[in-house]
């Protein structure tokens, strides 16, 4: 074989393997599936000890009846220890803030309450609590409008996201959220193992619940509003009788 045809050989082995290296550059690239020891975050994590904005997209129509509103904001606190006990149901406490501010903003529910006391860290060391601090509609109340059953939608996503104990759910409220706090103890009363209305009373709230679905929610009122009204509406249990 002469040089000239050795050449024209090497020249077209050359060329092929050429092409066949870019085609194989061209092909993705595969990654290796991942070995069983390898962790796969799906979601991040959310930050625990601290309160987070939250809101719930409120849908065109609550109880048979069209909403106002489209969306209400609250904050969210996650405790201590959420993240790394994935299956332990925790306590909620629900807190509506009162009255004082127009536009009801994260500052102001923070600024005090329960939410200000989480702020400042001075919760007891063992509060194994999440805690929802809704914000009412600027201008508005807890009971006008469609601010109840938007607050029981809200309320419901919240225990369908998280790890929620739905027999340890408790609701208090200061002022205003007092008042509020009866409003919606008595209109789902299903929904709260216990009530504790701070400067509020029940005197307002429209919704009287019989005694088959008013008896799972204990009710404890601060201040000396409307007692002989507190006790027609909810009997009180014995002082012995456990709390949930």
Do not use: K
Not at 30 to 43: A, M, N, V
């Amino acid at each position: 074989m002469s040089m000239n045809s050795i050449g024209r050989i090497g020249a077209r082995l050359l060329t092929g393997a050429a092409l066949l290296a870019a085609c194989r550059a061209a092909e993705p690239e595969t990654q290796p599936p991942p070995s069983p020891e390898t962790e796969i975050q799906l979601e991040p994590q959310l930050p625990t000890g601290v309160q987070l904005q939250a809101s719930f997209a409120v849908p065109g129509m609550l109880d048979g009846q069209p909403t106002i509103h489209r969306e209400m904001r609250y904050l969210l606190y996650l405790p201590s220890g959420y993240d790394q006990a994935p299956d332990t149901l925790w306590p909620l406490i629900l807190f509506l803030h009162g009255s004082g501010d127009d536009d009801y903003d994260s500052a102001f529910v923070l600024s005090y309450g329960l939410p200000a006391v989480l702020q400042a860290g001075e919760q007891p060391e063992q509060f194994p609590f999440i805690v929802v601090s809704p914000q009412a509609f600027p201008g508005g109340t807890w009971w006008t409008e469609d601010a109840l059953p938007i607050l029981d939608a809200a309320l419901g996503e919240v225990l369908e996201t998280y790890r929620v104990d739905p027999d340890r759910v408790y609701l208090t409220g200061l002022s205003m959220g007092g008042y509020g706090a009866w409003y919606l103890a008595t209109a789902y009363p299903e929904r709260f193992a216990a009530m504790v209305s701070v400067s509020g009373s029940g005197y307002r709230t429209p919704f009287l619940p019989g005694e088959e679905t008013s008896a799972g929610c204990r009710i404890w009122q601060s201040g000396a509003f409307m007692e002989r009204r507190i006790n027609c509406l909810i009997q009180r249990p014995p002082a012995s009788t456990p709390w949930p």
